[in-house]
């Protein structure tokens, strides 16, 4: 038996690591579960006044994510939300949002991508369909509003 292990310590360390990466795999799927909750989203200083009026609007019923994460696979969700997040998370540390919160051209475009996925047969066939324009070029304060959409630090 001179230089062998034992059969049980052969299987040991594989053993070991497939239950650590269960649970890392876990413990990751459920941080990207919970960063994507409306109460993960509004917890930051900035979003309050944006979560009060989605509150009050007539999407209160849909996550943030769904309405601002791109369509697509779990990959490109996490990519994306990832960037976006280590921006928000960058100016929340600073305390340098502008006191007036405005969508991101590319966050529009996937806004209204996410409009159209629910409202399609609605629009079809209209010039709002054919436009290349985004939904937020008319709708732009329908969840959010445009009166008391402030965010940003306020410094008097």
Known sequence: MGGRY???AV??????????GILLTLAA??????????????SCHSMQDV??????????????????????NVAVQAAY?????????????LRDYTAFI?????GAGIASGNCLRCH????????MA????TCLACHEGLVHGLEGRIGGIHVE
């Open 6 to 8: 034992p059969l049980r």
């Open 11 to 20: 299987f040991k360390i594989p053993a070991i690591g497939a239950v650590l």
């Open 29 to 42: 799927m459920g941080s990207y579960h919970a960063a994507g909750s409306p109460v993960f989203c509004l």
């Open 51 to 72: 979560g009060l009026t989605w509150r009050q609007s007539g999407h209160k019923q849909f996550a943030c994510i769904e309405c601002h994460l791109p369509d697509g």
């Open 81 to 93: 939300k990832a960037k976006v997040g280590m921006r928000d998370l960058y100016h929340e540390s």
């Open 102 to 106: 405005k969508i991101s051209e590319e």
């Open 120 to 127: 399609y047969s609605t629009v079809q066939g209209t010039f």
């Open 130 to 133: 054919a436009e290349a324009g």
